[in-house]
């Protein structure tokens, strides 16, 4: 199984970024699929993320209404559209998936996800 990241970039506050994942090696579809991101010297946090038997996202609080969430699953690939950037999203961002299923309540934990993307960084400058 492997992921790909990409997308990131240096954007200003208030603009857009999309963020791809490319999956292989999986049924992209019957898997969950989250978007973590992580600064630097803290935990990876929950960004956004589906469960594939769920079809409504769940999003972190501080970016609701500012990120989507999305797959396509012919191209088996989820993205994670950002928009009205601030400069506190300034992170690394990682896409993550599970071979297995994923309760609702562990979705948020980064430890329910056993494959990972390798980062792409995202700056908002001010």
């Known amino acids: 199984v492997q992921l790909q990241a990409s997308g990131g970039g240096v954007v200003q506050t208030g603009g857009s970024l999309r963020l791809s994942c490319a999956a292989s090696?999986?049924?992209?579809?019957?898997?969950?699929m989250a978007w973590f991101r992580q600064y630097p010297g803290k935990e990876r946090e929950f960004v956004a993320g589906?469960?594939?038997?769920?079809?409504?996202?769940k999003y972190a609080d501080s970016v609701k209404g500012r990120f989507t969430i999305s797959r396509n699953n012919a191209k088996d690939t989820a993205y994670l559209q950002m928009n009205s950037l601030k400069p506190e999203d300034t992170a690394v961002y990682f896409c993550a998936t599970s071979t297995g299923g994923i309760i609702l309540s562990a979705m948020r934990e980064s430890k329910s996800y056993n494959y990972w993307g390798q980062g792409t960084e995202v700056t908002v400058s001010s």
């Open positions: 090696g999986l049924t992209f579809s019957r898997k969950a």
């Open positions: 589906f469960r594939a038997t769920d079809s409504n996202p």
